[in-house]
């Protein structure tokens, strides 16, 4: 029945354009289902292995590929539909590639066979490999690049999420406390994020976060801890859920250029020592670097732990951070962080527009995620603006 439908859908052309066929609770165009079913003719001639489609071939044999091509769309698992591939492009056809994604060809592939494929395989994947895949979403794919033309610039595109987007530090309660070992991992946390539907490596992305080159090591090593533990499946799913709710609604704060314009520590320090000579300390006991570490963590979203000379710190007492969240809340504070963020940004002749600080507000939601055949429940994140 659902073949019959199939075919009689394809042959209505007035209806082409509206055409959306349900498969694995997604739908896909009819130009996707119409190029499904040309790339299983074109991939399984076996006069020449493979050329593009012709209507020069055999008409049977062009109906028994067609009937391959149909029996793929009229599953309901991709388990099944991914056996239906196997047999009709094989297993390592142009045209369903599970290669690495550094070696990924410079070309389009069907989402349709893309989510056959990803979906039916996940369990092979190494967790690296999941996050470029994102195969935490309801629709994995290859990551952008991999179709991404030599001559385009290695701009954010599609599936990865902007750099912009992300703290040094994930925000805290953004990722449940019992995925963690020690507090440090929110900066691994966000490296992981970083690298969803994106073939960035580690060092790259370390780097970018204002990170020394050697946390590139950590993220393989939060990997396997995780993944000793069972753990894995379930911080994957909370980061797709992260970066589904910033693609929705992304930060109004663009904490790249904020990395950026603080990462001379002196010059902020200078800043800062500038600004309370003038308007004075408005906590007795707090000198001007310390006020140069609450201000860069603050306006980077990152850890005085990890901030530029001189203003870093090897570990930070915890009624010191303590005392840097309460002091944050405080508008003599506030103010003070003001006039040292006009002086920052005054010298790089660029304001930046956005809150001096920014947090999702977390809400518990129920929602089900398809995972294999399981679901989870995850947490969804309402993005809110706070001013201070």
């Known amino acids: 029945m659902n073949t019959q439908q199939l075919i009689n859908r394809l042959i209505d052309a007035d209806a082409q354009t509206d055409i959306r066929w349900p498969l694995f609770d997604q739908e896909f165009p009819f130009p ?46 991709p388990f099944a539909a991914n056996e239906h591939l196997l047999r009709a492009l094989g297993r390592h056809s142009r045209q ?3 290669y690495a994604s550094r070696a990924a060809a410079h070309t389009t592939h069907n989402p349709i066979l893309t989510h056959i494929v990803l979906s039916a395989n996940v369990a092979t994947l ?26 385009q610039g290695l701009t954010p595109r599609e599936r990865e999420l902007s750099l912009a987007w992300i703290p040094q530090m994930l925000w805290p309660g953004t990722i449940s406390e019992h995925l963690r070992k020690d507090d440090l991992d929110r900066a691994t946390d966000a490296l ?66 904020r990395r950026l314009r603080t990462f001379d520590g002196e010059w902020v320090q200078s800043c800062t020592s500038r600004i309370v000579a003038q308007a004075g300390s408005p906590v007795p006991g707090i000198d ?11 306006y ?25 969240v309460s002091l944050v809340d405080r508008p003599e504070v506030t103010a003070l ?18 809150p001096l600080t920014w947090a999702p507000r977390l809400v518990p939601l129920e929602r089900d995620f398809a995972v294999g055949e399981s679901s989870v429940l995850v947490r969804a994140l309402r993005l809110q603006v706070l001013t201070h």
Request: glycine share 6%.
């Open 32 to 77: 996707d289902v119409l190029a499904l079913l040309f790339e299983v003719l074109s991939a399984s001639d076996p006069r020449d292995g493979g050329s593009p489609y012709s209507l020069g071939a055999d008409p049977q044999w062009q109906v028994s590929r067609m009937y391959d091509g149909v029996a793929i769309l009229s599953e309901t698992d």
């Open 96 to 98: 369903a590639p599970l």
């Open 126 to 151: 190494s967790p690296s490999k999941q996050l470029t895949y994102r195969t935490a979403s309801r629709r994995p794919g290859y990551p952008t690049d991999a179709t991404r033309r030599p001559n």
């Open 192 to 257: 992981l994020l970083g690298r969803l539907g994106s073939n960035r490596s580690w060092q790259y992305l370390a780097i970018e976060n204002q990170l020394p080159a050697s946390f590139r090591t950590r993220p393989p090593a939060r990997l396997r801890w995780l993944q000793k533990r069972d753990l894995w499946d379930t911080l994957h799913q909370e980061l797709e859920e992260v970066a589904v709710r910033l693609a929705a609604d992304p930060p109004p704060i663009d904490y790249h250029k």
């Open 288 to 298: 001007s670097r310390e006020w140069a570490r609450l201000f860069w963590a603050t």
């Open 300 to 324: 980077t979203g990152g850890d005085v732990r990890l901030a530029p000379a001189p203003l870093g710190i090897p570990s930070v007492p915890n009624e010191h951070a303590d005392r840097h």
């Open 337 to 354: 962080l003001q006039e040292i963020r006009r002086c920052i940004e005054d010298a790089a002749g660029e304001e930046d527009g956005g």
